[in-house]
């Protein structure tokens, strides 16, 4: 069983910056496209970004592209999403997810996560 623990949420203003980085429970790290989604206060859980197994592929939702960057680093089984230029509208949950075996857009299909993460909570002030 995979386990994914995200890290880095906060409080920042309008205009600012926040890293969320999120850790890969097992060896078998390089078999999966890593993602994230994000729910805010009473919207769906929608998707925010991917990466594939090794690193040469992002796909990103039209909301933040521009603006975040998803990455991994292999020899730590992690994957980080710099969030810079935040908006209030970017305040939301955001859950850390693995895919095995997938390309990064195919990450953005919710019902095909393997796991999840338990989210991490990241509030922009106006």
């Known amino acids: 069983q995979v386990q994914l623990v995200e890290s880095g949420g906060g409080l920042v203003q309008a205009g600012g910056s926040l890293r969320l980085s999120c850790a890969f429970s097992?060896?078998?790290?390089?078999?999966?496209?890593m993602g994230w989604f994000r729910q805010g206060p009473g919207k769906e859980r929608e998707f925010v970004a991917a990466i594939d197994w090794n690193g040469s592929s992002t796909y990103y939702a039209d909301s933040v592209k521009g603006r975040f960057t998803v990455s991994r680093e292999s020899t730590k089984s992690t994957v980080a999403l710099q969030m810079n230029s935040l908006k209030p509208e970017d305040t939301a949950v955001y859950y850390c997810?693995?895919?095995?075996?997938?390309?990064?857009?195919?990450?953005?299909?919710?019902?095909?996560?393997?796991?999840w993460g338990q989210g991490t909570q990241v509030t922009v002030s106006s």
């Open positions: 097992r060896r078998t790290f390089s078999n999966y496209a």
């Open positions: 997810v693995a895919r095995r075996g997938a390309q990064a857009m195919d990450v953005a299909l919710r019902s095909r996560i393997d796991y």
